[in-house]
């Protein structure tokens, strides 16, 4: 199955401690896009990558919340600090690339809980 | 700032009937919209996109309607079957990597 890959599915942290969520993009695919869904919402943009740069992070918190993409690996997702306002669905898209950018394949998700 | 909204957080409908689920849009720059379903446990599966040069787009047993003057856009299911149950998202873009999703609409299709 060569789909989006998230890992974990779920992660439990206590508040203060940091949360890594990883996204395998589907094959062939170089862009990377994550999601929040936090509870009766929708989903919610946060950030656009692509290997090694960071093309649009309008929809990320100022503060705690980072990604990368390197060039080798899985992108990954970085919660510091966590707190309880941080438990959410965290989803992983990607896209072939550019001219395709609407064209996005999500990952199963990432379950945040803060404890 | 809701940008796209679907005020019908749930829908059910009879096996072998249309569903009708709407959308709205407040953002006239957008110009590409699109319908996820999303199963539990799961991550959203595209279903339907259209442009926003065209008012209409079929494929199978699913049709996307847009009403630009409106800024109104409805997916019809016809007919539905009960493994159409799922929860729907409507999606919408303004030509960039910032896609803006409704909050869903829950769709049950009783047997």
């Known amino acids: 199955n060569a789909g989006v890959m998230q890992n974990p599915r779920h992660l439990v942290r206590r508040r203060g401690q940091e949360a890594r969520l990883r996204c395998s993009p589907m094959?062939?695919?170089?862009?990377v896009y994550w999601y929040r869904q936090l509870p009766e919402e929708g989903l919610k943009f946060m950030v656009y990558l692509q290997k090694e740069n960071i093309i649009d992070e309008s929809g990320m918190p100022k503060e705690r919340f980072s990604a990368e993409f390197p060039k080798e690996g899985p992108s990954i997702l970085r919660i510091q600090q966590v707190v309880r306002g941080d438990s959410a669905a965290y989803f992983c898209?990607?896209?072939?690339?550019?001219?395709?950018?609407?064209?996005?394949?999500f990952g199963p998700g990432t379950r945040l809980t803060v404890t | 700032d809701q940008q796209v909204k679907q005020n019908s957080p749930s829908l059910s409908v009879q096996e072998g009937r249309i569903s009708i689920l709407n959308c709205d849009y407040t953002n006239s720059m957008f110009d590409y919209f699109l319908w996820y379903k999303k199963y539990p446990a799961e991550g959203p599966t595209f279903l339907i996109s259209?442009?926003?040069?065209?008012d209409k787009n079929e494929d199978g047993r699913f049709t996307v309607f847009l009403n630009k003057s409106a800024k109104h856009l409805s997916l019809h299911i016809v007919p539905s079957q009960p493994g159409d149950s799922a929860v729907y998202f409507c999606a919408a873009s303004a030509g960039n990597n910032d896609m803006r999703f409704g909050a869903g609409t829950r769709l049950t299709v009783k047997p």
């Open positions: 259209i442009s926003s040069i065209k």
């Open positions: 898209a990607s896209s072939p690339g550019s001219g395709r950018v609407y064209e996005q394949y």
């Open positions: 094959k062939g695919h170089s862009h």
